[in-house]
């Protein structure tokens, strides 16, 4: 089945970094585009980055410039490295795949939390 496990979360101060781990198992990894949620208390989920099969990525407005997503095929890993981290940042992040068999559907992680806060 497939499995998403996310890791590296934590309490980092204001204009700290923190690198996010995603290791997948289940699926043909390479075969798939990997995304970044996050989702605040109170506040919907959103998507903050995403990576193509090919390596292409897209970012929202609120984190372009400061992470960056990128993959290893071999090890089956999404990472998301963050820099310049802002209290807004605080949120469980979430690791996702979009698959469409045997229909339509996504797969997350269990989620990690990522604290900015002095």
């Known amino acids: 089945q497939v499995q998403l496990v996310e890791s590296g979360g934590g309490l980092v101060q204001p204009g700290g970094s923190l690198r996010l781990s995603c290791a997948a198992s289940g699926f043909t990894f390479s075969n798939y585009a990997m995304s970044w949620y996050r989702q605040a208390p109170g506040k919907e989920r959103e998507l903050v980055a995403t990576i193509s099969i090919g390596g292409s990525t897209n970012y929202a407005d609120s984190v372009q410039g400061r992470f960056t997503i990128s993959r290893d095929n071999t090890e089956r890993t999404v990472y998301l490295q963050m820099n310049s981290l802002k209290p807004e940042d605080t949120a469980v992040y979430y690791c996702?795949?979009?698959?469409?068999?045997?229909?339509?559907?996504?797969?997350w992680g269990q989620g990690t939390q990522v604290t900015v806060s002095s």
């Open positions: 996702n795949t979009r698959m469409g068999w045997p229909r339509r559907a996504d797969y």
